[in-house]
């Protein structure tokens, strides 16, 4: 659950066909309850076999966090920006909950950056520093 | 002491002059004139200043549509002029691909030289190092091809800059698709390029397999940061370009086409034996057929025509090589 003040930074994130932004805090923490839920549940298993509900909350996800890591990129000046990058930290936070470890090190190239990374860095565009910390705990150095 | 114009002039010639170049240079030079007076005694281009190699604004692809209902459409490439095309490979191998694009475009500009650390690199490029197997250097100069092609479409598009290393991860290529009045960006579409000498494997083992797995959610991050920096540059070309509705349109909406261009030989040359090669691309990329692009070029003996391109490269690279 996200406090109130949390939740309001949420609700002011950049609108989207189709997305809920009033209920778009709800949304985060069920998806993260469900994720959590089924890493318990498949503890070891192959990530393959999550729900098809399940593989479509990640995909709005990964949607939700590449959209708004656009704007935090493309629109420096925009009012909500700092939403914008809160809820594209989440949405990467969460769907990284459901990858298993087995990448190695967290990359970054001249095509992309990992998840982790971005996460780490849009919390902070956020001035959400409690939170950058505790993602910067998955970045794996080279 | 500071120089005064001319002096500063006058050591550069002297720096330049015949007398003063290593052998390389001279024989770089000498190739050069051989190769320009070919260029200025050869088919119907313009000519440039005295001295400057002819300026091309010939297309060197002719595009033929086809268009295999339901299933997929696209272009079928004809070297229109080899030597033009290897021109234009060339000077895309130097890093001069915005000139190219503007040629391309229609602009007569004149043709501008290169360092030769410029065509050093670009030679390196268009070269098989001994005992290495010759895809990555026919792979690029696919791509580049691929891109060339893409320009010649013409407006409606911004075609992401060819890549400038073999087998440099990434896309193959990527274009943002624009809406007529050139304001918004209605899909992203991402390029499959490939030269080989088996089109039908190719394209079952490891075109369709890598776009199920990108209709899958893989490589996104990839895709995201590559579709924000091509966003972000255009971004800076046409200020009044309207970002909201490209986040939407390609990101969240991940309205994303596929351009799979590849070389045939004569097995698939007939428009049904064509159909045949790009059989499965509805269920890699279901959806409506303008998702599908499928492009194909003749070259019935790939590696030995490859081999032969980049060597007329080459000789483009030593040709416009005019200054250390």
Not at chain 2, 16 to 39: G, V
Not at chain 2, 238 to 255: F, R
């Amino acid at each position: 659950m996200f406090d109130p003040i949390t939740a309001a930074l949420i609700r002011a994130a950049p609108a989207l066909d189709g997305l809920d932004l009033e209920g778009l805090p709800k949304r985060l923490t069920s998806a993260f309850a469900d994720i959590v839920s089924a890493r318990i549940r498949l503890r070891g298993e192959a990530y393959d076999r999550v729900s098809p509900e399940l593989t479509e909350t990640l995909n709005e996800l990964r949607r939700l966090a590449a959209a708004h890591e656009a704007y935090v990129a493309l629109l420096p000046e925009r009012e909500n920006r700092a939403a914008a990058a809160f809820v594209a930290a989440s949405a990467h936070q969460t769907c990284m909950l459901a990858r298993s470890r087995t990448n190695g090190v967290s990359r970054i190239d001249a095509t992309t950056v990992a998840p982790e990374v971005c996460a780490t860095l849009l919390f902070l565009v956020a001035e959400a520093n409690a939170d950058a910390a505790e993602c910067a705990k998955r970045i794996i150095p080279d | 002491m500071r120089s005064t114009p001319s002096t500063s002039r006058s050591i550069a010639e002297s720096r330049n002059s015949p007398s003063r170049r290593s052998p390389d240079a001279r024989s770089l030079e000498r190739h050069r004139k051989l190769i320009c007076r070919s260029l200025l005694t050869t088919d119907g281009g313009r000519r440039g200043r005295a001295g400057e190699p002819r300026r091309h604004t010939k297309s060197p692809l002719t595009l033929t549509p086809i268009d295999h209902l339901g299933l997929c459409h696209g272009w079928a490439w004809t070297i229109q002029d080899e030597s033009i095309l290897a021109e234009r490979v060339a000077r895309v191998a130097v890093g001069q691909y915005r000139h190219v694009a503007r040629i391309l475009a229609g602009a007569n500009v004149p043709s501008p030289g290169a360092s030769t650390d410029h065509a050093a690199n670009a030679i390196k490029l268009l070269t098989v190092a001994p005992g290495n197997d010759p895809w990555h250097r026919d792979g690029w100069v696919f791509q580049t091809l691929s891109w060339i092609a893409a320009q010649q479409m013409g407006p409606g598009a911004v075609t992401r800059p060819p890549q400038i290393l073999k087998a440099d991860k990434g896309f193959d290529g990527m274009q943002l698709e624009l809406a007529a009045d050139g304001k918004s960006v209605t899909a992203v579409i991402v390029f499959e390029d490939k030269a080989t000498d088996n089109a039908r494997k190719t394209i079952r083992e490891e075109v369709w397999p890598g776009i199920v797995a990108l209709e899958a959610g893989e490589r996104v991050s990839e895709l995201t940061h590559q579709t924000t920096a091509m966003l972000e540059a255009q971004q800076r070309l046409d200020p009044a370009l309207d970002i909201d509705t490209a986040i939407s349109n390609i990101l969240w909406k991940e309205v994303r086409r596929y351009r799979v261009s590849i070389t045939v030989n004569d097995t698939h040359l007939d428009n049904t034996a064509r159909a045949g090669l790009f059989k499965g691309f509805d269920e890699s990329a279901p959806g409506d057929a303008k998702r599908r692009r499928a492009e194909t070029i003749h070259l019935p003996e790939l590696r030995k025509w490859m081999s032969a391109f980049a060597g007329r490269a080459i000789d483009h690279v030593k040709a416009m090589t005019v200054y250390v």
